[in-house]
């Protein structure tokens, strides 16, 4: 079974410019998740997906961040304009459902340096 | 809210000595708590969760943890560490609805010969 898959896997920008991410859960995984894991730190949930719509995206900085998910499968985060401290590892991740107890599957991650 | 604080950013054993890795939980109701393994430029994988059902949860790669509501504690052990054993671990809560996980601030695991 294909894990959750991730693109790129490094990106290096200078400030204020604009960076997207790409996310492909594991196939009939209803429920896909973004996470911002800064060095020193655990992952932080950003955003949430069931299907194509969103469930949960109180910690998402939306005057800079954005996310869609077309089609309930792939996912983009697009961070415009960045920031040094967007600086991260951004971490996909993918369940079955939204359903307590479910495991979530993570990708290997991209990590963003900021320059 | 539901959060959990992991003792220690960093530890080191010997090889085959035992592995303690701290987790504390602060919950109003009953936590359902994860511990999490990533290895270098790799994503998280789950090692064992606490559903309530047992107390003492086994998990993948010989490792367990007890639950201990009188400590708030989620303690990981592993009778005998291995060199492959080296990577970060993280534990995990939900809090919320929609299974959202907050995540401690991990423990980075060393191995020596």
């Given amino acids: ?115 | 809210a539901q959060s959990v604080t992991q003792l220690g950013s960093h530890v080191s054993v010997s090889e085959g000595a035992l592995v303690l890795l701290r987790c504390n939980y602060s919950s109003s109701v009953p936590p359902y708590l994860f511990w999490y393994v990533q290895y270098p430029n790799q994503g998280l994988q789950l090692l064992l969760k606490y559903t309530s059902a047992a107390t003492l949860v086994k998990g993948i790669n010989g490792f367990e943890a007890e639950f201990k509501k009188s400590e708030t504690s989620f303690h990981l052990t592993k009778p005998s560490a291995h060199m492959s054993d080296a990577a970060e671990y993280f534990c995990a809560v939900f809090t919320g609805g929609g299974n959202k996980l907050t995540f401690g601030t991990g423990t980075q695991l060393k191995v020596e010969l």
């Fill in chain 1, 1 to 115: 079974e294909a894990g959750v898959a991730q693109s790129p896997r490094y990106k290096i920008i200078e400030k204020r410019q604009s960076v997207a991410f790409w996310c492909n859960p594991i196939s009939g995984h209803a429920t896909l998740y973004w996470y911002q894991q800064i060095l020193g730190q655990g992952p932080k949930l950003l955003i949430q997906f069931q299907n194509n719509g969103v469930v949960d995206d109180s910690q998402l900085p939306k005057d800079r961040f954005s996310a869609e998910r077309l089609k309930g499968v792939d996912s983009t985060l697009k961070i415009q304009p960045a920031k040094l401290e967007d600086s991260a590892v951004y971490l996909c991740a993918s369940s079955f459902a939204s359903v307590i107890f479910l495991e979530q599957f993570f990708g290997p991650g991209t990590r963003l340096t900021v320059l």
